[in-house]
């Protein structure tokens, strides 16, 4: 394996008193990415969410090691300054703060500061590979926009922020062809011009079509039960969790 | 500007500024507010008999008006040392070093230059603005408009268009603070645009904080001929600190036919502050009024700008925010009165109640019966910042006419716990994220601000947002 990125190990997580994850070790190196699928309910959201921070979710034991360092000491700006991202299924919307401010606030978190100018040129550029409008950038953030622009505006900060690793919770869902096209262009620009690494959570192969994939686990009921290369996928493509839930 | 404009400088009527009442032995030897003193401030000022007349009716309305009885507890105000608060209105006088700390620091944070602080702080003068001040008022005044102080303007060609206005629309028999304001009134613009006159840069009362009795019983009398259109912009981000801790100012804004008028206000008074303002414009037909409102600072505030409809096809916008943090019980809101045919009315309000602040909103809104075909909108959102602070919505419609469109909208929130984490995820700090939010909720008024005011109101959010966690 590439020089490690994240490294999971043992770790059992709470949500409202109930244990979601029981034990999930998982590894990723440098500029790989990595797909996790499962049936609905299996924690695999959970896991996104418990390597963000979000206060919700309990660690009860196990680490998280990330770039080498202890995540878990640390709040959820603390982790995305470390270079940890995370693609919200449902992104919140934030009435009457616009994308670019946003956008802005969070890219002069990694320490430097930038004009305004310089900063638009930066954007736009990433906003043609997505194919989105610059009107978008007034616009308040994700407030009214349709569920593939949501998506879009994800994607968008992914490529502005340039994390380490990216977590991608359902980007795919509920999107048309069209719109899952274009996430996945964008996905492809962050695996082919940044050295990060991916963790791509998902129900469907349609996203994976076009991105180059070096392993895949299958999440059942909070633990890891299955691990291996992109044929995995397939074959999960074609006859479904059946045998997993069945063991 | 240029700089050599700066020669108008001795120009200034500095008889205006000058303080003369440096020995104030000779008001201790009564406490109350007595015809003496208000004989005595009218002679300082130089008022006209008309004046004086109204000063002396209006103190005999004050001393025969009850306290006000409803809303926030203002007995923290000594009325039996009113005469303090009038003394230090013609005073103004303090030391830096009696200023608080906090208002300090603030000045610190917001970046103001040492001798604005201390003009802002009601401890030095300060003539630069009075020279940007004077410099807008040649700007103005090669337009026909007239913009100057209420003093001076008494005792030219508009006398008579004072006495007609003054205090007509706000009479002192309004309420007990209206009846001192008219005895003890001090210092104030008085703004005259005539007919068909558009005027494109905003006017800025900010320019006169330092006159005397700015920021106490300042009386600001507007008035628009037909057509015209004027921005007012009163007051400023940065704190306002006084010896006094009583303003009882007074706002009458006459909007003519087809006129439109702006009014800006951010305000910020220490928080030691009983703001009892009052605000009132009345349209002619197809007059607009907008207010755009801000409260930050004082102890505790009543506020409520009033717009009279008064002629058909007349209509008012009204934009708000409210601050209230610890310590602060801020009761704002409006009126409007729709006393025309197709009359609108749309309010947008914010209030924002943080570490345990009061933020109540007021409203009340009267179709008469003669306001047929007329609409009114009230929508007013609230947001707690914490569990111990608290904010109420209390509108009142009274609707003569069935032939009317009213509605009204009140929503009360919290800063959603996701939505804090969504910008955390981003490499946003919790305090950070949660300004951002607060500063977006605002985000109503600060777009209808000229730039530079809506970039001094989120920095100030962003201060008020200082320590908000845990």
Known sequence: MSEEILNVSSLKVNASEREILRGVDLKIGKGETHVLMGPNGAGKSTLGYALMGHPSYEVTSGRIGFMGEDLLDMTPDKRAKAGLFLSFQNPVEVPGVSLLDFLRTAYEQKGERISLLKFRKLVKEKMQILNMDESYLERSLNAGFSGGEKKKAEILQLLVLEPRLAILDETDSGLDVDAVKTVSVGVEHFQKETEGSLLIITHSTRILESLKVDKTHVMVAGKIVDNGGPELVEEINASGFEKYLKE | ?470
Not at chain 2, 168 to 177: G, I, Q, R, Y
Not at chain 2, 283 to 292: F, N, S, Y
Not at chain 2, 316 to 333: R, S, V
Not at chain 2, 361 to 389: E, G, H, N, W
Request: net charge negative; proline share 3%; charged share 25%.
């Open chain 2, 1 to 470: 500007m240029s700089d050599r404009e700066k020669t108008f400088v001795d120009d200034i009527d500095r008889e205006l500024y000058d303080f003369r009442f440096d020995s104030t032995d000779s008001y201790r030897l009564e406490s109350g507010l007595t015809e003496e003193i208000v004989r005595q401030l009218s002679k300082e000022k130089n008022d006209p008999g008309w004046m004086l007349e109204l000063r002396l009716k209006a103190l005999d309305i004050y001393n025969k008006t009850k306290m006000v009885e409803w809303g926030p507890d203002i007995s923290g105000l000594d009325m039996d040392k009113i005469d303090t608060y009038v003394r230090s209105n013609t005073t103004m006088k303090g030391k830096w070093s009696e200023v608080p700390e906090e208002i300090k620091e603030t000045f610190e944070r917001l970046g103001i230059p040492q001798a604005e602080r201390e003009s802002l702080a009601g401890v030095g003068a300060q003539y630069d603005s009075e020279l940007v001040y004077h410099n807008i008022r040649e700007d103005v005044k090669k337009l026909g408009v007239v913009y100057t102080d209420l003093e001076s303007a008494m005792h030219g060609e508009y006398e008579q268009m004072i006495k007609d206005h003054f205090m007509k629309l706000v009479p002192p028999t309004d309420h007990k603070f209206a009846a001192l304001h008219g005895a003890v009134w001090s210092g104030g613009s008085f703004v005259y645009v005539p007919k068909g006159v558009k005027v494109e840069i905003p006017l800025q009362s900010y320019f006169r904080l330092n006159a005397p009795g700015a920021g106490q019983f300042e009386h600001t009398l507007i008035i628009l001929d037909e057509g015209a259109d004027l921005h007012f912009i009163e007051g400023c981000s940065a704190p306002k600190y006084n010896v006094a801790n009583l303003h009882a100012g007074c706002v009458e804004l006459f909007v003519g036919k087809n006129a439109k008028l702006r009014y800006s206000t951010i305000e910020n008074w220490s928080k030691n502050m009983y703001n009892l303002n009052t605000k009132r414009a009345i349209c002619d037909e197809g007059g607009k009024i907008e207010w755009v409102s801000g409260s930050f600072g004082s102890h505790v505030s009543y506020l409520y700008p009033m717009s009279i409809l008064n002629g058909k096809g007349s209509s008012c916008e009204f934009t708000g925010i409210t601050f209230a943090g610890k310590g602060q019980n801020l009761d704002t809101g409006l009126k409007v009165v729709h006393n025309a045919p197709e009359t609108s009315s749309v309010v947008s309000t914010r209030s924002i109640s943080k570490s345990g602040g009061i933020s109540t909103f007021r409203s009340a809104v009267t179709i008469m019966p003669a306001a047929k075909k007329s609409r009114s909108t009230v929508s007013c959102q609230s947001l707690m910042v914490d569990d111990i602070s608290r904010s109420d919505t209390i509108p009142a419609m009274d609707i003569r006419t069935p032939d009317a469109d009213v509605g009204h909208e009140a929503t009360i929130g919290r800063i959603s716990d996701d939505a804090v984490f969504y910008m955390m995820s981003r490499g946003i700090s919790e305090e950070d994220a949660r300004a951002m939010i607060v500063s977006g909720f605002a985000e109503n008024v600060s777009k209808e601000l000229p730039l530079e005011y809506a970039v001094e109101m989120n920095n100030l959010i962003r201060l008020e947002m200082k320590g908000s966690i845990g």
